[in-house]
Nanobody
Framework: QVQLVESGGRLVQAGGSLRLSCKGS????????VAWFRRAPGREREFVAAMRWSGGISDYADSVKGRFTISRDNARRTAYLDMISLKPEDTAVYYCAAQAGANMRGPYGYWGQGTQVTVSS
């Protein structure tokens, strides 16, 4: 079992930066792939970024490439999403997810409760 708790979401101006954190519990966290998804108002949940358990391989949605960076610290059981050059269209609830499989796009079986990111224009 893995439990995930996100933090770091807040209101930020367009062009600003933000770091989201995802704290995992359970001894298996360091062996799981982790990902970030987001859901904007009125839209489907979408994949943002993912990283393999070892931290060596990552994957990004085209819409965030070059602006978002996923990382993890297995010793702290924490994953991060660093976001720069934020745009109003990045406004969404951001969710952390974890899974034991190798496909970084999913499916993911463990989810956090989400953290709200709002980017003002």
């Amino acid at each position: 079992q893995v439990q995930l708790v996100e933090s770091g979401g807040r209101l930020v101006q367009a062009g600003g930066s933000l770091r989201l954190s995802c704290k995992g519990s359970g001894h298996a966290f360091s062996s799981y792939s982790v990902a970030w998804f987001r859901r904007a108002p009125g839209r489907e949940r979408e994949f943002v970024a993912a990283m393999r358990w070892s931290g060596g391989i990552s994957d990004y949605a085209d819409s965030v490439k070059g602006r978002f960076t996923i990382s993890r610290d297995n010793a702290r059981r924490t994953a991060y999403l660093d976001m720069i050059s934020l745009k109003p269209e990045d406004t969404a609830v951001y969710y952390c997810a974890a899974q034991a499989g190798a496909n970084m796009r999913g499916p993911y079986g463990y989810w956090g409760q989400g953290t709200q990111v709002t980017v003002s224009s």
